[in-house]
């Protein structure tokens, strides 16, 4: 499977030592990882000066990390998404709401032991579970869960009558 990695882990150094292990467990069960924070350099934009110029790249280059990120969920199978932290990262929710439109498999990887649901019923915020699950997905709290729940899911979900769409 090509697999979108839908999170917050590229805004910090910590998340980013993370990916590469969560890289190497997929593709040691033949998946392809898209990772969207490597699909665009913003290096330069980041290194410029604080003022109207800095504000004024950002908001191109936004565009540009939107639509790519947009088109690389076109393009995979499914969708593993980061749901740690208090709530979950609103980009990671958008990219999930967008993938479940687009009818994609989606599954949630909450290490996080912190309570972050709205009510006892549920893991986290309720609409995001809600997209996970009926996309057939499932949510695991260890990274070493991801490549079984992939497998389980997609079976599951290949008995179910929404197969995922493509562009």
């Not at 695991?140 to 995922?164: D, F, H």
Request: proline share 3%; net charge positive; charged share 25%.
């Amino acid at each position: 499977m090509r697999i979108y990695l839908a999170g917050p882990l590229g805004f910090s150094e910590a998340g980013r030592a993370f990916v590469p292990r969560l890289k190497r467990l997929l593709a040691a069960k033949g998946h392809r990882v898209v990772d969207p924070f490597a699909l665009t350099d913003t290096s330069r934009v980041q290194r410029m000066r604080y003022g109207a110029a800095k504000r004024a790249a950002w908001r191109k280059l936004d565009r540009e990390i939107g639509a790519a990120n947009r088109a690389a969920i076109d393009l995979c199978d499914a969708i593993i998404a980061v749901l740690d932290g208090t709530d979950v990262d609103s980009g990671t929710a958008a990219e999930i709401g967008y993938g479940f439109a687009r009818g994609k498999l989606i599954v949630g990887y909450r290490g996080d032991f912190r309570l972050s649901a709205d009510n006892e019923g549920s893991t986290v915020n309720l609409q995001v579970e809600y997209f996970i699950r009926e996309s057939g997905g499932t949510i695991v709290v260890t990274a070493a869960e991801l490549p079984l729940a992939l497998i389980k899911s997609s079976r599951s979900r290949g008995r179910s009558a929404q197969p995922a769409r493509r562009k």
